[in-house]
């Protein structure tokens, strides 16, 4: 995967002053680890920190987070804002906009994308202000509509008086930003408004008032009376249109009058240049003022051009045509804006909260971890939490993907954005609103329209050379011709003209980033979150895709099956040690033991000094005493005698369980065996992974050769590695990637991170509700439905086909009015409708993808209908019950 990377020097700040070895060995670990970072060089005496990072991977906002996890701290700080912008009305200003605002000093990176109408910027704070980054949109001819409103905390609008200077308007900002609880401020010097974004707290809006009194000015918190007086007239609010439409009736009046007056035909022609070309001529004037010429300019040229030549009615047709289509555009992305806005639809404002007996409506904001709150039927349920009142189907499709309700009972966890089916709910809240799955899920596909695809940097980088090449070509057409050759200037001038219609790249522009954002939106909604571009480009690529086999392949709740006792000891006494040191580890086989001991009602003791070997065991003190339990590999490196136990472990291991040794530090007490089937689906989803052209499929995993063997063939694996330490997987990976190319990795993403973060691509599953997780994988599947890799791998490639047959009919197109252009043939109306035109028609193609997938959920609501059907609508089950039904039952195993 090509890089786009930036250098910057950060100064950290290390917790000893005489820049300690060890930190700087911790940071250079913590920060090489991530997927985005190139290179670190740090000199610990000027406590400086050179990184080599690409940006469309990793935040700086990130990297200072990282650095803060290890006790560092950088001395910059740099915030990370998104805003809506107004006024964007093509593609190849978004280029131009970025560009200039990425000149501006203290700004460190900056993406704006045109399909979702949004900027992301990283800043230091302490060099530059929102408000001055605003103030450089407006004089670009734009203007920010909002800061982004981030989920849980508070908004809040000022009406401020008495500002009367720009400058004063930053000085202002600033002091805000101090305030504790402020998150965001944006001081409006035009509007004379200011936005912040802050905590929950009730003191903070007079606190804010009291520093605005102090600055000399006034400020007034803005009511919704306020906002309804404000909100725009239709007049104002499609002015654009309305001029457009005025446009087109004065060029009919144009030709209508040209069959008895020539004069009065001119005149509706200059009368439609002049309205219809208002706001191209308003932009254009922007972008000569700020050096950076967009279409806006080239189209207004071309327009006066033509007048200037007498040709009217082609510069009143250029001027329609283009602010007819800029019209258009405007209408089919806010389509593709609506998506993304769908998905924040999702998450409910409000919750009922139970106090005192009775039910109080409140903000998501005011609610807090282990508040009581009650869901009715048909509602959406509001928090992240826990049932601990009542039965209900829950329509989870929101986070997962999965159209089929999940039946929901006392102790199970249910998501905010969900929506409660069938009876009523009392869910103990486990997360703040902003920690919810669903604001994560928000949050991240934000990010991930900022990260631009590999494609995407080709296109800008192609388009950056592009428009002044045929800009020069044209001034040699207009110049060469006559001066040289003799040739009359007005033919070579309206060539010219042509030309300069035709440098516009703007279908070229937009034909990546709305396939990309079309495709990420469709994602989310089938469950499947993808974390840039980059990765959606990556998928569709893969030769190989590696699995790990517990809880990715098998069902990762293992049972126990045997209990061998070994020296005299009895069966509990060695699943009470077992138990006792797994209580402490969070892998997926200690979970089982412990489980199994609890429910047989054995005696787990309190251990200490609890230490896990990853991937071979644990051990910890109980009673003053050392255990263990591991497999044979740890066994043998503590050099405990085996005692004649290996016959009885390769016999448990041909039966393809896993053998685990409970062991003191000289003698084995006994083993315990774990049998893990495979998931209903895996075998099915691997062979549809074969299907779409995925070459191998390996089977990773630190079980025993035997174990791994039994369940590769049961599953029709192509590789399989068994024994593996975390480290032997990376290492592994790394090796297929060298024979293979691009490889993914499949696993929980808490036990495989390494190997994700060493993969072309990390895939991780079930991550809803796992914040790790979700963090760790470059792609996330929210359910623990394996199908959902073909269906990503599919959309992978279709984006990559669309983006490829956008690229290519506009380049064609181009090349096509080039030589029609030579030729003879094209005129500049022609030049125009083929320049919007192919806008459109490549808009259009890239937002297919956002029905991408709907068949197949189509036809799983038909199968839900049968399975209804079979079932008889019986769904009381109790919880052991419950997950029989969902796992084994052939006529309802896919609920």
Not at 224 to 236: E, H, N, Y
Not at 460 to 466: E, L, N, Q
Not at 699 to 724: F, H, P, Q, R, W
């Amino acid at each position: 995967m090509k890089l786009n990377i930036k250098v910057i020097d950060l100064p950290v700040l290390l917790p000893e002053s005489n820049g300690c070895e060890l930190c700087i060995e911790r940071l250079r670990e913590k920060l090489s680890a991530l997927r985005g970072v190139v290179e670190l060089a740090i000199e610990k005496n000027s406590n400086k920190m050179e990184i080599k990072y690409d940006p469309n991977f990793i935040s700086l906002e990130k990297i200072e987070e990282k650095t803060r996890e290890i006790g560092i701290h950088l001395e910059k700080q740099y915030k990370h804002e998104s805003v809506t912008l107004e006024g964007l009305d093509c593609p190849d200003c978004a280029s131009k906009l970025e560009k200039s605002i990425s000149h501006l000093e203290g700004v460190a990176w900056v993406s704006v994308n045109y399909a979702s109408g949004k900027m992301w910027v990283e800043f230091e704070s302490e060099v530059v202000t929102i408000s001055e980054i605003s103030t450089t949109i407006q004089h670009l001819g734009y203007s920010i509509k909002d800061i982004g409103e981030e989920i849980g905390e508070d908004r809040s609008i000022f009406q401020i008086s008495g500002m009367d200077c720009p400058d004063c308007a930053s000085k202002l900002e600033r002091r805000i930003s101090k305030l504790r609880g402020i998150k965001e401020t944006l001081v409006n010097f035009n509007s004379a408004e200011m936005v912040i974004r802050h905590e929950a707290r009730d003191d903070i809006i007079n606190e804010v008032i009291k520093i605005v009194d102090e600055a000399g000015y006034k400020a007034r918190l803005k009511t919704v009376a306020d906002d309804l007086m404000d909100k725009p007239s239709f007049l104002k609010k499609d002015k654009r249109r309305l001029l457009t439409l005025i446009s087109g009736i004065l060029i009919i009046l144009g030709y209508g009058s040209s069959l008895f007056f020539g004069f009065f035909s001119i005149l509706f022609f200059a009368l439609s240049i002049a309205v219809g070309g208002f706001y191209v001529a308003r932009s254009g004037f922007y972008s000569l003022k700020a050096l950076s010429l967009d279409m806006n300019f080239l189209m207004g040229l071309a327009a006066v051009g033509a007048a200037a030549i007498g040709e009217w009615e082609e510069g009143a047709m250029v001027v329609f045509l283009f602010s007819l289509g800029n019209t258009l555009q405007s209408y089919t992305m806010d389509k593709t804006r609506n998506a993304i806005k769908a998905l924040i639809d999702l998450s409910p404002k409000e919750a009922s909260l139970k106090q005192n007996g009775s039910l109080v409506r409140l903000p998501v904001s005011k609610i807090k971890v282990d508040d009581v709150i009650v869901v009715k039927p048909g509602e959406k349920i509001s928090m992240d939490g826990v049932v601990i009142r009542g039965e209900s189907s829950v329509n989870e499709s929101p986070i997962t993907g999965e159209s089929m309700p999940v039946d929901k009972y006392t102790g199970d966890e249910v998501y905010a954005g969900s929506i409660n089916e069938r009876g009523a709910l009392e869910i103990k809240v486990t997360r703040l609103y902003k920690d919810n799955t669903i604001s994560k899920i928000i949050h991240l596909v934000e990010e991930a329209q900022a990260q631009k695809a590999p494609s995407q940097v080709f296109v800008d980088k192609f388009a950056k050379y592009y428009t002044p090449f045929v800009i020069l070509l044209a001034i040699a057409v207009t110049a060469v011709p006559p001066l040289f050759l003799g040739e009359p200037f007005s033919p070579w001038f309206y060539k010219a003209l042509v030309l300069l219609v035709i440098s516009c790249p703007c279908a070229l522009v937009i034909s990546t980033p709305v396939a990309i954002v079309s495709a990420i939106c469709s994602a989310s909604k089938n469950g499947v979150l993808i974390k840039g571009g980059a990765f959606l480009e990556e998928a569709g690529a893969l030769s190989v895709i590696a699995f790990d086999k517990t809880g990715t392949l098998t069902k990762g709740h293992a049972e126990v099956t045997d209990i061998i006792p070994l020296d005299r000891y009895s069966n509990n006494e060695i699943l009470s040690a077992g138990a006792s040191i797994e209580e402490k580890s969070e892998h997926p086989v200690a979970r089982t033991i412990v489980k199994h001991a609890k429910k047989i009602s054995v005696r787990i003791e309190k251990a200490d000094e609890f230490l896990s070997h990853p991937g071979k065991g644990a051990q910890a003190k109980i009673k003053g005493e050392t255990f263990f339990i591991g497999n044979l590999r740890f066994i043998k490196e503590l050099d405990i005698p085996l005692n004649g136990s290996l016959e009885k472990i390769k016999d448990l291991q041909f039966q393809g369980k896993t053998a685990l040794i409970v062991a003191k530090k000289d003698k084995v007490m006994g083993l315990i065996a774990l049998a893990d089937k495979a998931r209903d689906i895996s075998k099915n989803a691997l062979k549809e992974i074969k299907n779409v052209g995925v070459k191998k499929i390996v089977m990773l995993t630190g079980d025993n050769e035997n174990t791994a063997k039994a369940i590769a063939s049961e599953l029709n694996v192509d590789e399989y590695e068994a024994e593996l330490l975390p480290q032997d997987k990376v290492s592994v990976i790394k090796s297929l990637i060298s024979r293979y190319g691009k490889v993914g990795m499949v696993g929980d993403g808490v036990n495989d991170a390494p190997a994700l973060a060493t993969a072309s691509v990390g895939f991780s599953m079930g991550v809803a509700g796992t914040d790790i997780a979700l963090e760790t994988a470059d792609i996330a599947l929210m359910a623990d439905d394996l199908s959902k890799l073909s269906y990503t791998i599919q959309l992978s490639r279709k984006t990559l086909g669309i983006i490829k047959s956008n690229i290519v009919l506009s380049l064609i197109v181009k090349a096509v009015f080039i030589g029609m252009t030579f030729a003879g043939l094209a005129n500049l109306w022609m030049a125009v409708i083929a320049d919007t035109g192919t806008s459109l028609v490549v808009i259009a193609n890239g937002m297919r993808l956002l029905r991408f997938g709907e068949k197949e959920e189509e036809g799983a609501r038909h199968e839900h209908v049968h399975e209804g059907d079979c079932c008889d609508g019986n769904h009381d089950h109790d919880e052991h019950e419950h997950h029989e039904h969902t796992e084994g039952s052939n006529c309802c195993g896919k609920h």
